[in-house]
């Protein structure tokens, strides 16, 4: 059985940085793509950043140049770097895990405030 937990969320001021957390159990890690998405209040869940599992990334425009999507094998887990933050960032941010189906974590909210 596939599990996904992100961690890392909370609160940090326009121009300031987080970093968010996720790990999967039941996948061959090295096999699986992964991604991030967010949904801000009122909005449809947007992809964010997205990484296969040969390391290739990409990046929605607005956070291009901004927040820097890794993975690391050996822990198992795949981070997002968010710097510059804007207070259009605010959302519940969501780990996607893509092994045989998708599958997707509860979420982890992070607020900007101005």
């Known amino acids: 059985q596939v599990h996904v937990v992100e961690s890392g969320g909370g609160l940090a001021q326009a121009g300031g940085s987080l970093r968010l957390s996720c790990s999967a159990s039941g996948i061959i890690f090295s096999l699986t793509d992964m991604a991030w998405y967010r949904q801000a209040p009122g909005k449809e869940r947007e992809l964010v950043a997205s990484?296969?599992?040969?390391?290739?990334?990409e990046y929605v425009s607005s956070v291009k140049d901004r927040f820097t999507i890794s993975r690391d094998g050996n822990k198992r887990s795949m981070d997002l770097q968010m710097d510059s933050l804007k207070p259009e960032d605010t959302a519940v941010y969501y780990c996607?895990?893509?092994?045989?189906?998708?599958?997707w974590g509860q979420g982890t909210q992070v607020t900007v405030s101005s």
């Open positions: 996607r895990v893509k092994w045989g189906g998708i599958y």
């Open positions: 990484i296969t599992s040969e390391g290739s990334a």
